[in-house]
């Protein structure tokens, strides 16, 4: 793929590594290509960081056909860049496009393109302990129309943000809030794909969440209320007894990368690991037998978070003392050494460039 390169005027002061939260600050430059009927993706260029320019009648403001992808650069001691199982992303997002009615990229395309503008941008990855440069690729549909149907033009993009912990709490245990009232996916639904309205449907549920002072909903099925499904921004995973459960991929929970990444970790320490539908009241009776040993979630942004608290408008159940558990810790160490390039990586996760 021959891509344009379109050099910026002047380059941004980096900010301060110690404070950077999550997706507040954006690199100098990002990708783009353009999707139309007839022609395919074209136009690939890597061009200063800017406003896009917008018909109020795109599609993409009144119907949200768009997906998106997470994944994070790493510096290695060595000064290299270090990315963890990125072709899995960009599966993903096709997987999610084919759901949303998005023709589909080319994977390796897309990563030369991811490989270029990170070349561009080296200097933006971060190296602070904590700290990576969080990658955001996205499509959505650009065609100036009101019908409801798939788009004829679509926009590829890719951004560049520097990031710390996605929690404010850090790797301190959070409080979750077990929804009740909404539901985030149902059968047949969008659930599983990496699209804009499953996240906006979320946030009336987490807004009012926080109010009552958790950071995050913990998703139960649409049909019952019954059985767990996922957190606001991560999969979630429960030690009960000593055998580690998470609930199955049932077509309206996020294949997460980093769920699949922990599931092979765990498996390869000698870990029970069960994937299979889980009830919420089944984690209420444990924790009241004191067989809840711990629960965390995971998922690129927020990497591995263990749970502190887990409550119902009627019960609250603390979990490990609302302190960090010691799989969780064991986990978050293990996933970031690998990461991070500090550890050998026998799964052949990580990508140097
Ligand atoms: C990620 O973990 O990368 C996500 O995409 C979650 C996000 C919505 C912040």
Redesign the pocket.
């Known amino acids: 793929m021959n891509i344009t390169i379109i050099k910026a005027k002047s380059l941004k002061e980096k900010p301060d590594p110690k404070a950077l939260g999550f997706g507040k600050h954006f690199t100098d430059y990002m990708f783009e290509m353009d999707y139309f009927d007839g022609k395919g993706w074209i136009n690939p260029t890597i061009k200063p960081y800017e406003p896009l320019e917008l018909h109020p009648s795109s599609l993409i403001l009144h119907y949200g056909q768009a997906v998106f992808e ?1 994944l994070k650069a790493y510096k290695s001691q060595e000064g290299k860049t270090l990315l963890f199982r990125p072709e899995q992303n960009f599966e993903r997002l096709n997987i999610s496009s084919d759901r949303m009615c998005i023709p589909e990229i080319n994977v390796n395309d897309a990563m030369d393109a991811m490989y270029k503008l990170l070349e561009i941008e080296n200097d933006w990855i971060p190296t602070f302990e904590g700290t990576s440069l969080y990658i955001r690729p996205f499509i959505f549909a650009n065609e100036n129309a009101l019908g409801v149907s798939t788009s004829a033009h679509f926009k590829f993009m890719i951004i560049l943000t520097p990031v710390g912990a ?1 929690y404010s709490e850090g790797f301190s245990p959070v409080k979750i809030y077990v929804e009740q009232k909404y539901v985030r996916a149902v059968p047949g639904g969008v659930g599983m794909a990496k699209t804009a309205g499953n ?1 906006a449907a979320s946030i009336k549920a987490q807004y009012e969440a926080k109010k009552k002072g958790y950071s995050q909903v913990l998703w139960l099925d649409g049909c019952e209320h019954k059985y767990v499904e996922e957190v606001g ?1 991560m999969n979630v995973f429960f030690k009960v007894n000593g055998e580690v459960i998470t609930p199955e991929l049932n077509g309206s929970i996020l294949s997460g990368i980093t769920r699949n990444s922990v599931i092979q970790l765990l498996k390869s320490e000698g870990y029970k690991v069960t994937e299979r539908r889980i009830e919420l009241k089944e984690i209420f009776d444990a924790a009241d037998k004191g067989e809840l040993d711990e629960v965390f979630g995971t ?4 990497v591995i978070s263990p749970v502190g608290e887990l409550a119902t408008d009627d019960k609250k159940i603390t979990i490990s003392d609302g302190k960090v558990g010691k799989l969780s810790q064991w986990l978050y160490n293990e996933l970031t050494d690998i990461q991070n390039g500090i550890k050998p990586d026998k799964f052949g996760w990580v990508k140097t460039l």
Not at 299 to 302: F, Q, S, V
Request: hydrophobic share 25%.
């Open positions: 997470g996605y996240y921004t998922g690129t942004a927020a």
